[in-house]
């Protein structure tokens, strides 16, 4: 699939999917599935996890972040720290989900929170499809800064999986979607659904113009590779990783000591010493640069923004933010969109 291909399939038949009146259904992973919570074109079927769980040491990724956590070799399976995404977009796909396999049509969303064991590696297609079937599906994973976005296509027991053609694109944003959504799916709160597909359409529509702009490197991360933690960083750029990295978790001073392996009071005067700040003034600064992102790159509301990045309340996000840039959120949205550059 070219990339002028990939885009107009995102924009097209994707956004399609994403429509507050589509037939399209979401799929969760969770422990135990059942049947009735599926979209009419799927079906579900139990199977049993055999052989040992294999836990994998040093496999690290993008940011020193360590992606697989453990793989079931024999059963196919593998356990990730990250949440993923995938899309059934052509064909009848069967995706393994610890003790199950759903059995999909198009148009169907997968949702893999972290630590969820679920298809290890293609084709994605089980018995009888496996001698005469196929199969297309969109994946993502969700890191820190961005996502990993890629296609794979299956056909019988063959498959072809273009994560070697993938895209890494650096949009916080998009990551930051994609924990809504698992978060939603968690919750799984009355009209989540509504909600996960009004995220699908905004992900994806950034994806297709990240993708267009060329905002992307290709490939991406094709093999895990080790790579040491830096005892040599800063304080002030551990810090700041780490606030940047849960900005929008209602975090305390308490929460980075621990991270730090200080005691609050010890926390405090480093801070001070190496920063010229303290905790909450510097969280509060990350958060509302987020803000600004979330306002240029997405439609959410500055309620959702606010209860997104933790804020106290919607007011006192307004406050902030309006001390800090000189208006309101959406004054600013509305600037940014008069003048993009």
């Given at each position: 699939m070219t990339t002028k291909q990939l885009i107009h399939l995102l924009r097209s038949q994707i956004n399609s999917w994403?429509?507050?009146?589509?037939?399209?259904?979401?799929?969760?992973?969770?422990?135990?599935?059942?049947?009735?919570?599926?979209?009419?074109?799927?079906?579900?079927?139990?199977?049993k996890i055999v052989g040992p769980r294999v836990v994998l040491q040093n496999k690290r990724k993008?940011?020193?972040?360590?992606n697989i956590i453990a793989e079931w070799p024999e059963a196919n399976l593998q356990e990730i720290a990250l949440p993923k995404l995938a899309c059934i977009v052509s064909g009848d796909a069967d995706y393994l989900l610890g003790n199950y396999c759903v059995h999909s049509g198009p148009g169907n969303f997968i949702l893999l929170p972290p630590h969820v064991p679920h298809h290890r590696k293609g084709p994605f297609l089980q018995g009888a499809h496996r001698h005469n079937g196929s199969c297309v599906l969109l994946h993502a994973y969700a890191y820190q800064q961005g996502v990993?976005?890629?296609?794979?296509?299956?056909?019988?027991?063959?498959?072809?999986?273009?994560?070697?053609?993938?895209?890494?694109?650096?949009?916080?944003?998009?990551?930051?979607?994609?924990?809504?959504?698992?978060?939603?799916a968690a919750a799984k709160k009355p009209h989540f659904e509504t909600v996960i597909r009004s995220f699908l359409t905004t992900f994806?529509?950034?994806?297709?113009?990240?993708?267009?702009?060329?905002?992307?490197?290709?490939?991406?991360?094709?093999?895990?590779t080790y790579a040491p933690a830096q005892p040599t960083a800063s304080f002030a750029t551990q810090i700041q990783e780490y606030i940047e990295a849960n900005c929008h978790k209602p975090l305390k001073v308490d929460d980075a000591a621990t991270h730090m392996y200080m005691s609050t009071s010890q926390f405090f005067r480093r801070m001070r010493q190496e920063t010229g700040t303290t905790f909450v003034e510097r969280l509060t600064q990350v958060r509302i640069e987020r803000a600004q992102q979330m306002l240029r790159e997405t439609n959410l509301t500055s309620r959702a923004i606010a209860n997104y990045l933790s804020f106290k309340s919607p007011n006192h996000f307004q406050y902030l933010f309006r001390s800090r840039v000189g208006c309101t959120p959406m004054q600013y949205r509305r600037q940014f969109l008069n003048n993009p550059k």
């Open positions: 994403t429509a507050p009146d589509a037939k399209s259904g979401i799929i969760v992973a969770r422990p135990v599935m059942r049947a009735g919570d599926l979209p009419d074109n799927a079906t579900l079927s139990r199977r993008h940011g020193n972040l360590r990993l976005f890629w296609h794979s296509h299956s056909v019988n027991d063959q498959h072809v999986n273009e994560m070697a053609n993938n895209y890494l694109i650096p949009n916080v944003v998009t990551a930051q979607l994609l924990n809504l959504l698992m978060d939603e994806f529509t950034i994806i297709a113009r990240e993708i267009e702009e060329g905002n992307y490197v290709r490939p991406g991360a094709i093999k895990n």
